[in-house]
């Protein structure tokens, strides 16, 4: 790893823990450059993948699938047998590193979410779980240590919705790859970049191959969009939801309103808006609401 640190007074201190089978590093420090380079990658032998939980700065960087930025309450996922460029600012961060073998046990296609930037209610269990742990750290016992460490290890592959090995036939290549995209996706589609190269990057595939391996389907942007809308509609159905339809759409992936009102439309015959006072005139109506009975929808 190739750091820089940043012209000026810089500053950087750190605190590390064994908790079990990860370990857990406590960094503050100012401004800073980050490099892993192929160089580096094929010569030091240190290739864990890392969990980023940011409590306070700012940070941005590369890498080969596209860029990412996050902040306080973010948790970023970096792989280090991938390269990476990394940049932060007066950052305090959370380091969870794990051994690949350790991590691909319950995550085999951890590679495919190097990059991954985590926020608000998906990165919120995990964050709130090591701002709480910090305070006890300094005199928790080795057997304390691994049972906080399995249990940051659970909270985080709920936050990941991993509910087990990937399953496809074992000689069936585009079937694996299918489902590999199809789980990448599912955690990236929050992403306004999202597109067929990004996903083919992240797959290790190319574009050609990917397609084929949808070939059945609308095809991966389609299943993007509607994962999208998906994830759209159940928040506009949600009484308890006070955002604002276009905080709702950048939160899933759209960096258009009116392209997300468009693929709404499309996909449940109503505009967002009348989606949600449905939703809400049916709560009002029924002294005990639920968000599982769909009101029939008039046709926008």
């Known amino acids: 790893m190739e750091i820089d640190p940043a012209d000026g007074a810089f500053s950087s201190r750190a605190r590390t823990f064994a908790l079990g089978s990860l370990f857990l590093s406590d960094i503050h420090h100012s401004a800073r450059t980050c490099r892993r380079t192929d160089e580096a990658i094929g010569s030091d032998g240190f290739h864990p993948v890392v969990l980023s939980v940011c409590l306070s700065g700012r940070y941005g960087g590369q890498t080969q699938a596209g ?23 007066n ?5 969870l590193v794990f051994e690949r073998s350790e991590i691909q046990r319950h995550i085999p296609r951890i590679d495919g979410l190097h ?7 998906d990165a919120e269990p995990l964050v709130r779980q090591v701002v709480g742990l910090l305070q006890q750290l300094p005199g928790m016992s080795d057997e ?6 399995a ?3 659970d909270t985080i592959l709920s936050s990941l919705n991993q509910t087990g090995s990937l399953s496809a036939a074992e000689d069936a290549r585009l079937s694996q790859l299918r489902a590999d ?6 955690q990236r589609y929050r992403e306004p970049d999202l597109d067929v190269a990004r996903v083919a990057a992240l797959v290790r595939a190319s574009r050609s191959t990917l397609y084929r391996a ?14 999208r809308i998906e994830q759209a509609a159940i928040a506009l159905r949600d009484t308890k939801d006070r955002r604002l339809i276009r905080e709702i759409a950048l939160a899933v992936g759209f960096d258009q309103v009116s392209s997300f009102n468009r693929a709404f439309r499309k996909r449940h015959d109503c505009t967002p808006r009348d989606w949600r006072e449905q939703f809400r005139r049916s709560a009002h109506a029924s002294p005990y609401p ?10 926008a």
């Open 144 to 149: 304390a240590g691994a049972e906080a460490g």
């Open 151 to 153: 249990a940051l290890t």
């Open 67 to 89: 860029r990412y930025r996050g902040g306080p309450g973010c948790v970023l996922v970096l792989d280090f047998a991938s390269a990476f460029q990394h940049v932060s600012t």
């Open 181 to 186: 995209a199809l789980w990448i996706i599912r």
């Open 290 to 299: 639920s968000v599982s009975d769909e009101p029939q929808l008039r046709r």
């Open 91 to 95: 950052s305090h961060s959370v380091l």
């Open 214 to 227: 949808f070939a059945e389907e609308e095809g991966i942007l389609a299943h993007v969009t509607n994962l």
């Open 115 to 121: 990059g991954l930037v985590l926020s608000r209610k």
